[in-house]
């Protein structure tokens, strides 16, 4: 774990880092040499740049928001804050889906880091708060072919062993990672427990 509790972290000889964009970028800079980053002045670098920054500063926080609320037990549609972040994600996801419709990956036609960001993002999310991807074609074509990357299936046998690579490239939701029924039922008993002492 990195010193404020975060992850995802690597380490090598030069030190310890975190901030998956960071490490992303480390990554593909230190042992890659450059590769899956598009250059200033090449074709499709504007595309590039959005979308590798979207991951983490619209994507993620849009969808962490909606499963934030879900989690903490306010998912009525009704409510203000859950409106407002659906009505966030529906907006999200439908730009990307035409992005992925005039081009196989988010940058152009070459895979690239601004692919590796948002692939996490969504489906690593949806295993979190199930999330139905049928309005979005594009969207689950591009996720099947960055996952059935050779690279990627190395990264996630290394990084996620125990996850279910299949789970989250369908339309439909995934099943929710088995530990958060378990972690909810043990808030819920111990606020039980904590309420009655």
């Not at 030190?15 to 970028?25: H, M, N, Y």
């Not at 692939?119 to 591009?142: E, N």
């Not at 996620?160 to 099943?175: F, I, Q, R, Y």
Request: include cysteine.
């Amino acid at each position: 774990m990195h010193v404020l509790g975060e992850a995802p972290v690597i380490e090598d000889e030069n030190g310890r880092l975190t901030e998956s964009a960071a490490c992303v970028e480390y990554i593909a800079q230190v042992y890659g040499n450059g590769r899956y980053f598009v250059k200033p002045g090449e074709k499709g670098y504007s595309d590039f740049l959005y979308w590798s920054h979207h991951a983490n500063g619209t994507l993620m926080p849009a969808l962490m928001r909606l499963y934030s609320l879900k989690g903490a037990g306010v998912s009525e549609p009704t409510n203000p804050a859950v409106k407002r972040s659906a009505e966030r994600v529906d907006a999200v996801l439908p730009a990307m889906g035409t992005q992925l419709s005039r081009s196989k990956y988010l940058a152009g036609n070459e895979f690239t880091a601004a692919d590796i960001m948002s692939l996490v993002c969504i489906t690593t999310i949806r295993q979190f708060a199930p999330m139905d991807l049928t309005s979005y074609p594009d969207v689950v074509k591009w996720m099947a072919l960055c996952a059935g990357r050779e690279g990627s299936e190395r990264a996630m046998a290394k990084g996620d062993p125990d996850m279910d690579l299949a789970a989250p490239l369908g339309a439909k939701s995934p099943p929710q990672f088995a530990g958060i029924e378990k972690a909810k039922a043990k808030a819920i008993e111990e606020r039980q427990w904590i309420s009655r002492a």
